[in-house]
Nanobody, 127 residues
Framework: QVQLVESGGGLVQAGGSLRLSCAAS????????????MAWFRQAPGKEREFVGA????????TYGDSVKGRFTLSRDNAKNTGYLQMNSLKPEDTALYYC????????????????WGQGTQVTVSS
């Protein structure tokens, strides 16, 4: 069973930056982190979970949701089993609980298809 733990959330003013991390571990050693896509989703109160972006195991493929293109950057360090979400030029509408997920089974954009999820980290952007 893969465990994902997000960190790095917090309160920031509009225009500021944050970097989220997602650390993966697999006590059973059955999951090779570098072999699987990692994605980020976010969910604001009263709204559906929204796709933020996804990065392939080798980092050769990266895609972003339209609302964050040009402001957010995905990366990963497979040696550390960790993925990152660099968020710049933050806006109040970026306020949400941010989740990392891995092992998509229904394509990149379908949150219900991801097998593994973290607990989420809160990002709050003040105006």
């Amino acid at each position: 069973q893969v465990q994902l733990v997000e960190s790095g959330g917090g309160l920031v003013q509009a225009g500021g930056s944050l970097r989220l991390s997602c650390a993966a571990s697999d006590p059973t050693s059955d999951h090779t982190f570098s072999g699987y896509t990692m994605a980020w989703f976010r969910q604001a109160p009263g709204k559906e979970r929204e796709f933020v972006g996804a990065i392939s195991g080798s980092s050769s493929g990266i895609t972003y949701g339209d609302s964050v293109k040009g402001r957010f950057t995905l990366s990963r360090d497979n040696a550390k089993n960790t993925g990152y979400l660099q968020m710049n030029s933050l806006k109040p509408e970026d306020t949400a609980l941010y989740y990392c997920a891995s092992y998509p089974t229904k394509g990149l954009y379908t949150s219900t298809g991801y097998r593994y999820w973290g607990q989420g980290t809160q990002v709050t952007v003040s105006s």
